[in-house]
């Protein structure tokens, strides 16, 4: 037979059990939260990501269309040289 005493004792770890199931309870439901907020963070990283490859990839055509141009204008240029040079033979 348990005394008065050694009653208490497991009645006092019961209760102390039962806290600590409620605190982890509480901590692990925070930590859920935490993990739906990052979701959220890291879903809106990656939007902002896609955004930033579709820039790149504005930018790259931008330069081909520039060194395309640039090229043209070039060519123009030695063309418009050497056809003032062949009039001046004249």
Same mark, same amino acid.
């Given at each position: 037979?348990?005394?008065?005493?050694?009653?208490?004792?497991?009645?006092?770890?019961?209760?102390?059990?039962?806290?600590?199931?409620?605190?982890?309870?509480?901590? #692990? =439901?925070? $930590?859920?939260? /935490? *993990? !739906? %907020? @990052?979701?959220? &963070? #890291? =879903?809106? $990283?990656?939007? /902002? *990501? !896609? %955004? @930033?490859?579709? &820039?790149?990839?504005?930018?790259?055509?931008?330069?081909?269309?520039?060194?395309?141009?640039?090229?043209?204008?070039?060519?123009?240029?030695?063309?418009?040289?050497?056809?003032?040079?062949?009039?001046?033979?004249?």
């Amino acid at each position: 037979m348990q005394t008065m005493e050694e009653r208490s004792t497991s009645k006092q770890i019961a209760d102390l059990k039962g806290r600590m199931d409620e605190r982890f309870s509480l901590v #692990d =439901a925070r $930590f859920e939260l /935490v *993990d !739906k %907020r @990052f979701d959220g &963070i #890291d =879903a809106e $990283f990656h939007r /902002v *990501d !896609k %955004r @930033f490859e579709n &820039i790149e990839t504005d930018i790259r055509e931008i330069r081909r269309g520039v060194e395309s141009m640039q090229r043209n204008m070039l060519y123009g240029f030695m063309t418009l040289a050497g056809m003032i040079a062949g009039f001046q033979l004249f």
